[in-house]
């Protein structure tokens, strides 16, 4: 369910900045994923499409951009990017401890990467709202 409250919390921010701006349509949503929110993007299509089914959000494509993650170790001061193992599922993945890429701790703190923003929406306009 990790994809679907992230795809929900995605819709709210994306509505709320849609009627604020008067739109009418939502047509497309950017949105970038920080590497170590562990979200599948598969599943984020797929759960955004329902999340915003019945909203002017309704069919908008969702775009998604890969940021990388950053780390920080305890032990030996490393800060930089690192790779997620992939022979870890990301289900576990999500909940390990990375390791630092130069001496291997796993007294690390995760600094970049661990959240998702949306950048930017693409949406239609009304000229003269009602409201
Ligand atoms: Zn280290």
Not at 56 to 83: D, H, M, P, T, Y
Not at 84 to 91: A, G, H
């Amino acid at each position: 369910m990790h994809e679907f409250s992230a795809a929900c919390s995605i819709v709210d921010t994306a509505l709320a900045a849609a009627k604020s701006n008067n739109a009418t349509k939502v047509t497309v949503v950017n949105v970038e994923v920080g590497e170590f929110t562990f979200l599948v993007p598969e599943q984020l299509e797929f759960n955004f499409e329902i999340a915003s089914k019945g909203t002017i959000l309704e069919g908008a494509e969702l775009r998604l951009k890969k940021v990388k993650g950053e780390l920080k170790c305890n032990e030996c001061g490393f800060q930089g990017e690192s790779k997620v193992d992939t022979s870890i599922p990301p289900q576990i993945a999500a909940f390990a401890p990375m390791k630092c890429p130069k001496c291997r701790s796993s007294s690390t703190e995760l600094v970049g990467g661990t959240d998702f923003i949306i950048t930017n929406i693409e949406a239609e306009i009304q000229a003269h709202s009602a409201n």
